[in-house]
Protein backbone atom coordinates (compact mmCIF):
# COMPACT_ATOMS: atom_id res chain seq x y z
CA UNK A 1 0.00 0.00 0.00
CA UNK A 2 1.34 3.32 -0.77
CA UNK A 3 1.50 4.95 2.56
CA UNK A 4 2.77 8.63 0.90
CA UNK A 5 1.56 11.09 3.86
CA UNK A 6 -0.73 13.61 2.28
CA UNK A 7 -1.29 17.05 3.46
CA UNK A 8 -4.53 19.45 2.52
CA UNK A 9 -6.13 22.22 4.39
CA UNK A 10 -8.20 25.22 4.39
CA UNK A 11 -7.31 28.68 3.38
CA UNK A 12 -9.53 31.60 4.30
CA UNK A 13 -9.11 34.90 6.33
CA UNK A 14 -10.37 34.54 9.09
CA UNK A 15 -10.30 30.64 9.36
CA UNK A 16 -10.14 29.58 12.84
CA UNK A 17 -13.96 29.25 13.05
CA UNK A 18 -13.70 26.42 10.04
CA UNK A 19 -15.11 22.81 10.98
CA UNK A 20 -13.30 21.70 7.79
CA UNK A 21 -10.42 20.48 9.63
CA UNK A 22 -12.24 18.27 12.09
CA UNK A 23 -14.83 16.78 9.21
CA UNK A 24 -11.16 15.97 7.14
CA UNK A 25 -9.36 14.57 10.06
CA UNK A 26 -12.00 12.36 10.82
CA UNK A 27 -12.16 11.17 7.90
CA UNK A 28 -8.54 10.24 7.61
CA UNK A 29 -8.56 8.46 11.08
CA UNK A 30 -11.54 6.31 10.14
CA UNK A 31 -10.29 5.38 6.60
CA UNK A 32 -6.84 4.85 8.53
CA UNK A 33 -5.12 7.20 6.24
CA UNK A 34 -1.37 9.05 6.93
CA UNK A 35 -2.11 12.31 6.38
CA UNK A 36 -3.26 15.47 8.08
CA UNK A 37 -5.68 18.83 7.49
CA UNK A 38 -4.68 21.93 8.01
CA UNK A 39 -6.01 25.35 8.86
CA UNK A 40 -4.01 28.27 6.38
CA UNK A 41 -4.64 31.65 7.75
CA UNK A 42 -3.97 33.98 4.89
CA UNK A 43 -4.44 37.53 4.47
CA UNK A 44 -5.93 38.43 0.88
CA UNK A 45 -2.90 40.45 -0.46
CA UNK A 46 -1.10 36.97 0.44
CA UNK A 47 -3.64 34.54 -1.63
CA UNK A 48 -0.81 34.46 -4.68
CA UNK A 49 2.04 33.37 -2.77
CA UNK A 50 -0.11 31.02 -0.79
CA UNK A 51 -1.50 29.59 -3.72
CA UNK A 52 1.47 29.17 -5.76
CA UNK A 53 3.03 27.48 -2.59
CA UNK A 54 0.92 24.83 -2.23
CA UNK A 55 2.75 22.31 -4.82
CA UNK A 56 5.93 23.64 -3.95
CA UNK A 57 5.24 22.50 -0.40
CA UNK A 58 4.03 19.31 -1.69
CA UNK A 59 0.09 19.44 -0.43
CA UNK A 60 -2.38 17.94 -2.32
CA UNK A 61 -4.58 20.30 -2.31
CA UNK A 62 -7.37 22.76 -0.09
CA UNK A 63 -10.24 24.46 0.53
CA UNK A 64 -10.85 27.75 -0.38
CA UNK A 65 -13.46 30.13 2.02
CA UNK A 66 -13.95 33.71 2.34
CA UNK A 67 -13.04 35.80 0.82
CA UNK A 68 -10.48 34.49 -1.54
CA UNK A 69 -13.36 32.24 -3.26
CA UNK A 70 -13.22 34.40 -6.14
CA UNK A 71 -9.70 35.49 -6.28
CA UNK A 72 -8.36 32.19 -5.59
CA UNK A 73 -10.21 30.70 -8.68
CA UNK A 74 -8.22 33.46 -11.44
CA UNK A 75 -5.26 31.82 -10.59
CA UNK A 76 -6.26 27.88 -11.76
CA UNK A 77 -4.65 26.07 -14.31
CA UNK A 78 -8.20 24.86 -15.24
CA UNK A 79 -11.53 25.40 -13.71
CA UNK A 80 -14.39 22.57 -13.52
CA UNK A 81 -16.75 24.12 -16.06
CA UNK A 82 -19.27 24.18 -13.26
CA UNK A 83 -17.22 26.17 -10.95
CA UNK A 84 -16.84 28.35 -13.54
CA UNK A 85 -20.14 29.34 -13.73
CA UNK A 86 -20.45 29.61 -10.05
CA UNK A 87 -17.61 32.17 -10.37
CA UNK A 88 -15.81 31.20 -7.73
CA UNK A 89 -13.95 28.16 -6.43
CA UNK A 90 -13.72 26.18 -3.09
CA UNK A 91 -11.62 23.45 -3.81
CA UNK A 92 -8.52 22.97 -5.46
CA UNK A 93 -6.57 19.75 -6.45
CA UNK A 94 -2.88 19.75 -7.16
CA UNK A 95 -2.23 17.14 -10.33
CA UNK A 96 1.37 15.26 -10.64
CA UNK A 97 2.47 17.61 -12.28
CA UNK A 98 1.90 20.26 -10.51
CA UNK A 99 -0.76 21.84 -12.29
CA UNK A 100 -3.96 23.51 -10.06
CA UNK A 101 -7.83 22.57 -11.00
CA UNK A 102 -10.18 24.42 -9.11
CA UNK A 103 -13.69 23.01 -8.28
CA UNK A 104 -17.03 24.08 -6.40
CA UNK A 105 -18.84 21.35 -4.18
CA UNK A 106 -21.08 23.83 -2.61
CA UNK A 107 -23.77 22.87 -5.12
CA UNK A 108 -23.19 19.00 -4.92
CA UNK A 109 -23.04 19.38 -1.39
CA UNK A 110 -26.74 21.00 -1.28
CA UNK A 111 -28.47 19.10 -3.28
CA UNK A 112 -27.15 15.99 -1.47
CA UNK A 113 -27.88 17.12 1.55
CA UNK A 114 -31.74 17.20 0.04
CA UNK A 115 -31.21 13.46 -0.93
CA UNK A 116 -29.89 12.27 1.82
CA UNK A 117 -33.00 13.52 4.02
CA UNK A 118 -35.57 12.91 0.76
CA UNK A 119 -34.39 10.04 -1.36
CA UNK A 120 -36.68 10.39 -3.94
CA UNK A 121 -36.39 14.07 -4.18
CA UNK A 122 -36.78 16.17 -7.65
CA UNK A 123 -35.65 19.47 -8.69
CA UNK A 124 -38.92 19.74 -11.32
CA UNK A 125 -41.50 18.44 -8.45
CA UNK A 126 -43.16 22.28 -8.37
CA UNK A 127 -41.97 25.89 -8.13
CA UNK A 128 -38.41 26.79 -6.00
CA UNK A 129 -38.72 29.60 -4.06
CA UNK A 130 -34.90 30.49 -3.12
CA UNK A 131 -34.20 33.49 -0.74
CA UNK A 132 -30.94 35.40 -0.70
CA UNK A 133 -28.73 35.72 -3.67
CA UNK A 134 -25.13 35.86 -2.09
CA UNK A 135 -22.47 33.21 -2.96
CA UNK A 136 -24.67 30.21 -1.56
CA UNK A 137 -27.55 30.96 -3.36
CA UNK A 138 -25.78 31.15 -7.01
CA UNK A 139 -24.46 28.07 -6.28
CA UNK A 140 -27.10 26.10 -5.16
CA UNK A 141 -29.62 27.81 -8.06
CA UNK A 142 -26.99 26.84 -10.96
CA UNK A 143 -27.35 23.30 -9.04
CA UNK A 144 -31.10 23.42 -9.15
CA UNK A 145 -31.00 23.85 -12.77
CA UNK A 146 -28.84 21.93 -13.63
CA UNK A 147 -30.97 18.79 -11.87
CA UNK A 148 -33.60 19.85 -13.70
CA UNK A 149 -35.64 22.76 -11.83
CA UNK A 150 -38.51 24.27 -13.73
CA UNK A 151 -39.07 27.33 -12.24
CA UNK A 152 -36.89 28.90 -9.30
CA UNK A 153 -38.25 32.15 -7.71
CA UNK A 154 -35.52 34.18 -6.10
CA UNK A 155 -36.07 36.62 -3.93
CA UNK A 156 -33.30 38.99 -2.07
CA UNK A 157 -33.84 42.14 -0.02
CA UNK A 158 -31.52 43.88 -2.24
CA UNK A 159 -33.53 43.41 -5.54
CA UNK A 160 -31.00 44.41 -8.30
CA UNK A 161 -29.17 40.92 -7.25
CA UNK A 162 -31.39 39.17 -7.69
CA UNK A 163 -32.44 40.51 -11.22
CA UNK A 164 -28.44 40.09 -12.12
CA UNK A 165 -28.69 36.34 -11.35
CA UNK A 166 -31.84 36.21 -12.96
CA UNK A 167 -30.92 37.76 -16.35
CA UNK A 168 -27.40 35.05 -16.02
CA UNK A 169 -29.32 32.40 -15.50
CA UNK A 170 -32.13 32.17 -17.48
CA UNK A 171 -35.79 32.17 -17.81
CA UNK A 172 -36.17 28.84 -15.31
CA UNK A 173 -35.36 31.68 -12.35
CA UNK A 174 -37.90 35.17 -11.70
CA UNK A 175 -36.76 37.24 -9.87
CA UNK A 176 -38.99 39.10 -7.20
CA UNK A 177 -39.36 41.57 -4.31
CA UNK A 178 -38.13 41.27 -0.69
CA UNK A 179 -42.03 42.46 -0.36
CA UNK A 180 -43.39 39.70 -2.35
CA UNK A 181 -41.50 36.71 -0.76
CA UNK A 182 -44.31 35.34 1.51
CA UNK A 183 -47.27 35.46 -1.41
CA UNK A 184 -43.81 33.95 -3.38
CA UNK A 185 -44.66 30.90 -1.20
CA UNK A 186 -48.23 29.77 -2.72
CA UNK A 187 -47.79 26.38 -4.57
CA UNK A 188 -43.85 25.58 -3.86
CA UNK A 189 -42.54 22.51 -3.50
CA UNK A 190 -39.39 23.78 -2.14
CA UNK A 191 -38.57 26.83 0.02
CA UNK A 192 -34.67 27.41 0.73
CA UNK A 193 -33.22 30.15 2.86
CA UNK A 194 -29.88 31.13 1.79
CA UNK A 195 -29.88 34.86 3.37
CA UNK A 196 -27.59 34.80 6.85
CA UNK A 197 -31.42 35.45 8.89
CA UNK A 198 -31.20 33.43 11.36
CA UNK A 199 -27.61 32.12 11.72
CA UNK A 200 -26.19 32.51 15.29
CA UNK A 201 -25.82 36.28 16.16
CA UNK A 202 -28.34 37.41 13.33
CA UNK A 203 -32.15 38.37 13.75
CA UNK A 204 -34.23 35.23 12.44
CA UNK A 205 -35.65 35.60 9.21
CA UNK A 206 -38.67 37.50 8.99
CA UNK A 207 -40.80 35.20 6.88
CA UNK A 208 -44.62 34.28 6.96
CA UNK A 209 -44.99 30.70 5.58
CA UNK A 210 -49.39 30.58 5.43
CA UNK A 211 -48.66 29.95 1.87
CA UNK A 212 -46.09 27.40 1.49
CA UNK A 213 -48.00 23.60 1.14
CA UNK A 214 -47.38 21.32 4.49
CA UNK A 215 -45.84 19.29 1.36
CA UNK A 216 -43.11 21.44 0.92
CA UNK A 217 -39.57 20.87 1.58
CA UNK A 218 -38.24 23.51 4.06
CA UNK A 219 -34.14 23.92 3.42
CA UNK A 220 -31.78 26.20 5.20
CA UNK A 221 -27.72 26.78 4.34
CA UNK A 222 -27.77 27.99 8.09
CA UNK A 223 -25.96 25.03 10.57
CA UNK A 224 -25.57 27.45 13.33
CA UNK A 225 -27.88 26.52 15.09
CA UNK A 226 -28.74 23.20 13.59
CA UNK A 227 -32.64 24.24 13.79
CA UNK A 228 -33.45 27.97 12.44
CA UNK A 229 -36.46 29.52 13.78
CA UNK A 230 -37.55 28.90 10.07
CA UNK A 231 -36.96 25.36 10.26
CA UNK A 232 -38.68 25.30 13.55
CA UNK A 233 -41.72 27.14 12.30
CA UNK A 234 -41.76 24.84 9.40
CA UNK A 235 -41.26 21.80 11.32
CA UNK A 236 -44.46 22.99 13.60
CA UNK A 237 -46.60 22.85 10.63
CA UNK A 238 -46.02 20.15 9.38
CA UNK A 239 -43.03 20.62 6.79
CA UNK A 240 -39.93 18.88 6.41
CA UNK A 241 -37.05 20.67 7.38
CA UNK A 242 -33.14 19.97 5.70
CA UNK A 243 -30.80 22.07 7.68
CA UNK A 244 -27.09 23.53 6.40
CA UNK A 245 -25.22 20.66 7.95
CA UNK A 246 -25.82 18.45 5.35
CA UNK A 247 -24.47 20.98 3.36
CA UNK A 248 -21.41 21.53 5.23
CA UNK A 249 -20.06 17.42 5.25
CA UNK A 250 -21.31 16.61 1.87
CA UNK A 251 -19.67 19.04 0.11
CA UNK A 252 -16.18 17.91 1.92
CA UNK A 253 -16.99 14.51 0.47
CA UNK A 254 -15.78 15.03 -3.27
CA UNK A 255 -12.77 16.78 -2.24
CA UNK A 256 -11.20 14.47 0.79
CA UNK A 257 -12.06 11.67 -2.54
CA UNK A 258 -9.64 14.05 -4.66
CA UNK A 259 -6.57 14.07 -2.08
CA UNK A 260 -6.72 10.94 -0.28
CA UNK A 261 -8.71 8.79 -2.95
CA UNK A 262 -11.46 7.61 -0.62
CA UNK A 263 -15.17 8.81 -0.98
CA UNK A 264 -15.57 8.97 2.43
CA UNK A 265 -19.15 8.38 4.43
CA UNK A 266 -21.58 10.34 6.54
CA UNK A 267 -21.78 8.60 9.92
CA UNK A 268 -23.74 9.71 12.92
CA UNK A 269 -20.29 10.01 14.65
CA UNK A 270 -18.94 12.49 12.45
CA UNK A 271 -22.18 14.69 12.93
CA UNK A 272 -21.60 14.48 16.57
CA UNK A 273 -17.94 15.41 16.10
CA UNK A 274 -19.52 18.84 14.00
CA UNK A 275 -22.25 19.33 16.59
CA UNK A 276 -20.26 19.13 19.62
CA UNK A 277 -17.91 22.19 18.47
CA UNK A 278 -20.89 24.15 18.04
P1 LIG B 1 -23.24 36.30 1.17
O1 LIG B 1 -22.68 36.07 -0.18
O2 LIG B 1 -22.65 37.36 2.04
O3 LIG B 1 -24.83 36.57 1.01
C1 LIG B 1 -25.60 36.96 2.12
C2 LIG B 1 -27.06 37.02 1.73
O4 LIG B 1 -27.81 37.33 2.92
C3 LIG B 1 -27.37 38.08 0.69
O5 LIG B 1 -28.38 37.61 -0.17
C4 LIG B 1 -27.88 39.21 1.57
O6 LIG B 1 -28.76 40.09 0.90
C5 LIG B 1 -28.64 38.46 2.62
N1 LIG B 1 -28.86 39.29 3.82
C6 LIG B 1 -27.94 39.82 4.64
N2 LIG B 1 -28.53 40.55 5.61
C7 LIG B 1 -29.87 40.47 5.39
C8 LIG B 1 -31.02 41.00 6.03
N3 LIG B 1 -30.90 41.77 7.12
N4 LIG B 1 -32.24 40.70 5.53
C9 LIG B 1 -32.36 39.92 4.43
N5 LIG B 1 -31.32 39.39 3.77
C10 LIG B 1 -30.08 39.67 4.24
O7 LIG B 1 -23.17 34.96 2.05
P2 LIG B 1 -23.19 33.43 1.54
O8 LIG B 1 -21.80 32.93 1.44
O9 LIG B 1 -24.10 33.33 0.39
O10 LIG B 1 -23.83 32.70 2.83
C11 LIG B 1 -25.20 32.88 3.12
C12 LIG B 1 -25.63 31.90 4.23
O11 LIG B 1 -25.41 30.57 3.78
C13 LIG B 1 -24.85 32.06 5.53
O12 LIG B 1 -25.73 31.89 6.60
C14 LIG B 1 -23.84 30.92 5.49
O13 LIG B 1 -23.52 30.45 6.78
C15 LIG B 1 -24.65 29.85 4.74
N6 LIG B 1 -23.77 28.91 4.03
C16 LIG B 1 -23.82 27.60 4.40
C17 LIG B 1 -23.04 26.67 3.76
C18 LIG B 1 -23.11 25.24 4.19
O14 LIG B 1 -22.22 24.45 3.82
N7 LIG B 1 -24.13 24.84 4.92
C19 LIG B 1 -22.18 27.06 2.71
C20 LIG B 1 -22.17 28.41 2.33
C21 LIG B 1 -22.96 29.34 3.02
P3 LIG B 1 -28.23 41.47 0.25
O15 LIG B 1 -27.76 41.12 -1.12
O16 LIG B 1 -29.41 42.35 0.27
O17 LIG B 1 -27.11 41.98 1.13
Not at 163 to 178: H, N, R
Request: charge should be negative; charged fraction near 20%; glycine fraction near 10%.
Amino acid sequence: MDNKFVMAGVMGWPVTHSRSPVIHNHWIRQYGLNGTYGLFPVEPQNIDDAIRGLKALGLAGCNITIPHKVEAMKRMDWVDPLAQRMGAINTIVVQADGALHGYNNDGFGFIQSLRDDKPDWRADAGPITVLGAGGAARAIVLSLIDEGASEIRLINRTRVKADALAQEFGQVVTAYDWSERHDALAGCALLINTTNQGMHGQPDLDLQLDQLPTSALVADAIYIPLETALLAQARQRGNTGVNGLGMLLNQARPAFKAWFGVMPEITPELRQAIIATF
